[in-house]
Every structure is written in C-alpha cells, then in structure tokens.
C-alpha cells in the first residue's frame, strides 16, 4: 500500500507556471506507475500526465502536451509535474495517483491509489 501526498498548488497568472509534487510513503515506489489527474468543478475527473515506474515513458493528454512535464525521483519517493504557460481552463484540483506495475496507464480505474488533491487556480 502506499500514500500520497500533493503539494505546490496555488494561485497564478495565465502564462506562468508551477511544479506539483507528490510525496509517497513506503518503500517500494519505483514498483508504482504514477499519473496526475485533474478535475474541474461541475466537470469528470480527466487524465494530464503519467510516467512508468522506471521513469522511462510518459504520457500527456493532448490539451496538456507541450505545456507541462512529468518527471519522477524514486530515491525520494517523489513524482512531479512542471505546469508552464499556464491557462485558465487548467484550473482544478489535481490528483497525483499510483498504480503497481511498471506501465502507465490513462485509464484513471486503472489507478489503486489517490492523494487528497492539490488546488491550482489561473488567472486570466
């Protein structure tokens, strides 16, 4: 079993930019996939970005590509995500999830575990 917990968000102008990270417990966090997902108000909550366990592949969702980053430190049982040129419609609250195994999926019921949510508002 493992953990999480998101911290970094906050408040910001359109156009700049942010690091999420996510802490997790235990010791076996580079036996996870590890993705971020985000939800809107009134809105699904939707796939940004995952990484293997290995840190070796990763993924983005299309509105997402290009603008932000996925990154992992198994050594500090951390994984991040740079957010640049940021917009107001990635305002959310973003989830940092784990899954065991070395693939990372989109699919968020693929994902076991779930921090409690970090909030990250844009403004325009």
């Known amino acids: 079993q493992v953990q999480l917990v998101e911290s970094g968000g906050g408040l910001v102008q359109a156009g700049g930019s942010l690091r999420l990270s996510c802490a997790a417990s235990g010791r076996t966090f580079s036996s996870y996939a590890m993705g971020w997902f985000r939800q809107a108000p009134g809105k699904e909550r939707e796939f940004v970005a995952a990484?293997?366990?290995?840190?070796?592949?990763?993924y983005y969702a299309d509105s997402v590509t290009g603008r932000f980053t996925i990154s992992r430190d198994n050594a500090k049982n951390t994984v991040y995500l740079q957010m640049n040129s940021l917009k107001p419609e990635d305002t959310a609250v973003y989830y940092c999830?784990?899954?065991?195994?070395?693939?990372?999926?989109?699919?968020?019921?693929?994902?076991?575990?779930w921090g409690q949510g970090t909030q990250v508002t844009v403004s325009s």
């Open positions: 990484i293997s366990w290995s840190g070796g592949s990763t």
């Open positions: 999830a784990a899954r065991p195994g070395p693939r990372a999926t989109m699919t968020r019921e693929a994902y076991d575990y």
